[in-house]
């Protein structure tokens, strides 16, 4: 009997024991606060992406539109913020995100960024269809170098007014892979570049902005501008924020580029025979010599020999634009 109360007190203690244990377990939770949103991930260097406050005149990320948008014109935002993803073609969340060329891998965390690994990136915004093109247009990007080879000519470039290996082979129908691009280097000169007749292309406008080369681990964001002007006259304009867009980005234009038909071109060799390589390369939708007869359909990022998870994307998006009445004024050139 006294063993049997022993292992009554016993168990007794126990039960009392697990009771207040869950109690205490109770009022524990009841008294943890909420939990926190999580926070980002980012790179060993790199500030996490910020929640983005909308502001008058900025695009969804929140960052400044130089140009407004055309009425009914065409627009792309990076869906980057979506699920985690790893692709190496077109991405399975965007249509329009077209990366099955060249060659590389892209990552999605699903934080906002784009984390791009291989030899030779490359990477198109058009329509799925093939059919609408793009005309005057503001390309926005916010990059960081993180791992490369550091061949010069790679880094921070888009090209436009292009059909580059969208409508058709790139290795014969060479008027089709004519293009306007702005480059932020790996060397740490800024220029722009024409492909005339790929590969063949010609570099103009080149200055030196960075003495030590693109800088590494920090978001810099680059905007290149294309638009028409009176007169026939195609305008490029590459623009630099350091701010990592705050209040929108403080955008600088960093260069400028007129062509008339005579800044690119010379001593090229045509596209086919009879067509200049100087010709400007203007937004309508037809253009001497373009095999598909629709030349405008891409804009696309590239770059060259980049390590693993090396170069970074995030807040990108293309946007036809309203062409201004007059150009900004000249930039400054930079101090030496």
């Known amino acids: ?128 269809a093939l059919d609408r093109q793009w005309r005057d247009v503001e390309i926005t990007v916010y990059f960081a170098r993180l791992s490369d080879d550091g061949v010069p000519w790679g880094g921070m470039v888009s090209v436009a007014r292009t059909n580059h290996g969208t409508t058709g082979d790139e290795g014969v129908d060479k008027c089709d892979t004519r293009g306007l691009g702005a480059r932020m280097r790996y060397d740490g000169a800024i220029d722009f ?22 800088p590494f681990g920090m978001w810099l964001g680059y905007k290149h501008v294309v638009y028409d002007l009176p007169g026939g006259r195609v305008r490029q304009e590459l623009w630099l924020d350091e701010s990592d867009g705050a209040q929108g980005g403080q955008f600088r234009l960093l260069n400028a580029l007129e062509d008339d038909g005579a800044a690119f071109g010379a001593g090229q060799r045509g596209c086919r025979p009879g067509i200049a390589p100087e010709l400007p390369l203007r937004a309508a939708g037809e253009r001497p010599g373009s095999e598909s007869g629709k030349p405008n359909i891409s804009v696309y990022f590239r770059s060259d020999r980049v390590g693993r998870d090396g170069l970074v994307y995030k807040w990108a998006s293309v946007r036809e634009i309203q062409a201004p009445a007059a150009p900004p004024p000249e930039p400054t050139p930079p101090e030496r």
Request: glycine share 10%; charged share 15%; net charge positive.
């Open 1 to 128: 009997m006294r063993q049997f109360a022993s292992v009554y007190n016993l168990s007794m203690r126990t039960v009392g024991s697990s009771i207040v244990a869950l109690a205490l377990l109770g009022c524990s939770a009841k008294a943890k606060p909420p939990p926190a949103p999580p926070t980002t991930p980012s790179f060993p260097g790199l500030p996490p992406i910020a929640g983005r406050p909308s502001c008058p005149g900025c695009d969804v990320f929140g960052v400044r539109m130089l140009y407004p948008s055309l009425a009914g014109g065409m627009a792309w935002s990076a869906r980057w913020h979506e699920s985690p993803r790893r692709f190496g073609g077109q991405d399975p969340l965007d249509r329009w995100f077209d990366a099955a060329h060249g060659d590389a891998s892209y990552f999605v965390p699903g934080d906002g960024t784009l984390r791009i690994s291989g030899p030779v990136p490359r990477m198109y915004v058009h329509d799925p």
């Open 193 to 214: 570049e024409k492909e005339t007749n790929h590969p063949e292309s010609q570099p103009r406008a080149s200055q030196a902005q960075w003495a030590g080369g693109l």
